[in-house]
Every structure is written in C-alpha cells, then in structure tokens.
C-alpha cells in the first residue's frame, strides 16, 4: 500500500520568511495530493491540492510542485505570518477504486512575528 | 452550509470499558470517514462509507471496533473494550464525491479520547 513520508517534522521561521515542507510516496500509481492544515483543537481542512497531470499549482503565497519521477511533492508558503502557524500534512491517493487517502506524519509550523 | 458535527468533543475512560462516538456529515455527502488520529501522526483511516455502505474498514480493529452508517446519514464508531492505545482524535469527515481522491474531505472538530 501507499506510504507517504514529511518533512521536517518542525519548521520554525521569522515572519516574512519563505516555509518549505517536503513529502515523499511510495505508490507510483498514486495521482492526487492534497494538502491539509490542522489548527489547535481543529480538524484537518484542505489548502491546497495537486494532480499528477500538472507539475506545479498557486494559490496566493502557497504552491504545491510535484515530481513524480522523484515521487516527491512540496508546499513552499511565501511571506509568512503568524496566523499560518499550524500543523499541516501532506497526502496521497489514486484514482482506481475506493482508494483511501493516506497522510504523512505532520508538520508543525511556527511563525514568529 | 454547516460542518461536519461531532460528539461528544473529549471522553475519559478506564481501560476495557466503551465508547460511543456520534457524526453527523454535511448535509448531501455521500461519503463518509472515520479517522483515528494519533497524538504527533497524521490521520489513518478506519473505515469509508459511501451512503450507507461499507467500501473500505481494512485497518478498522474488527475485535474491538464497530462502525455503522443508519439510513446513509448519521454515523456511530464503538469501542469495545478500549485499550491505553486507543488514546487518540477520532476525526470524522465527509465529502461530496465517493473518492477520496476526487474531491475534497470535509473534517469535524474531532473527539477526543482518554483511556486510563
């Protein structure tokens, strides 16, 4: 089945500062990543997602690039502020069947004002 | 439109005694998931229904866990009897398509629950 490790685990950054987190899958097959940000007490919600047609996707100060030779995909949040700070995951699936999503481990990050 | 409901929010129980957890999905999704989250993990799945249909419960602890989706609505995770390692957020989420993969997954605030 699919596995899906992220990194760093932590991210500490002043605020203004670019974040970069890194996952990697297992599943060749696998052709939808979301990401997820979890606040405090609050369930995961979706920020951003791509599929593995396109090579990169914004929205505002995020992006999600995908390499699927490599089978790693990242989220580059730019100009960060305090209110980003959260927990956030990376996840993976693909289209045949009921495939379930599988999600990294996490990665908190902290914004420094 | 409302959110994904969830009860109760925090639960404290002695090992080998049950729990009940209740969600309500947003109203119109076909799918629903339940979700085990461990303290420092990301969310694994427990079990998927489409409408009131079991499509997936492979990592759902039959001997210990239940899971029912009445009338493709409300749904109802039991656990009984709990263990220390059942600790954990049961998140519940809902989406609209019957994929995961296809269409975003709406969460609930999770329950919470503590087994001493």
């Known amino acids: 089945g699919e596995n899906v490790e992220q990194h760093p685990s932590t991210l500490s950054v002043q605020e203004g500062d670019s974040a970069v987190i890194k996952c990697t899958y297992s599943?060749?097959?696998?052709?939808?990543f979301p990401w997820y940000k979890q606040e405090l007490g609050k369930g995961p919600q979706l920020i951003i997602d791509?599929?593995?047609?396109?090579g990169e996707k914004k929205d505002q100060r995020i992006a999600v690039t995908l390499n699927k030779t490599a089978k790693h995909f990242s989220l580059h949040i730019t100009e960060t502020q305090p209110e980003d700070s959260a927990v956030y995951f990376c996840?993976?699936?693909?289209?045949?069947?009921?495939?379930?999503?599988?999600f990294g481990t996490g990665t908190r990050l902290l914004v420094s004002p | 439109e409302a959110g994904v409901a969830q009860s109760p929010r925090y639960k404290i129980i002695e090992k080998r005694q049950s729990v009940a957890f209740w969600c309500n999905p947003i109203?119109?999704?076909?799918?629903l998931y339940w979700y085990q989250q461990i303290l420092g993990q990301g969310p694994k799945l427990l079990i998927q229904?489409?409408?009131?249909?079991?499509?997936?419960d492979s990592q759902l602890p039959k001997d210990r866990f239940s899971a029912e989706r009445l009338k493709g609505v409300d749904s109802t995770l039991k656990i009984q009897p709990a263990k220390l390692e059942d600790s954990a957020v049961y998140l519940c989420?809902?989406?609209?398509?019957?994929?995961?993969?296809?269409?975003?997954?709406?969460f609930g605030e999770g329950s919470r629950l503590t087994v001493l």
């Open positions: 989420a809902s989406s609209r398509i019957g994929t995961a993969n296809t269409g975003e997954l709406f």
């Open positions: 599943d060749s097959a696998s052709n939808y």
């Open positions: 791509i599929r593995s047609n396109v």
């Open positions: 996840a993976a699936t693909h289209n045949t069947g009921f495939q379930k999503l599988v």
């Open positions: 109203s119109g999704h076909a799918t």
């Open positions: 229904f489409q409408n009131n249909g079991v499509v997936d």
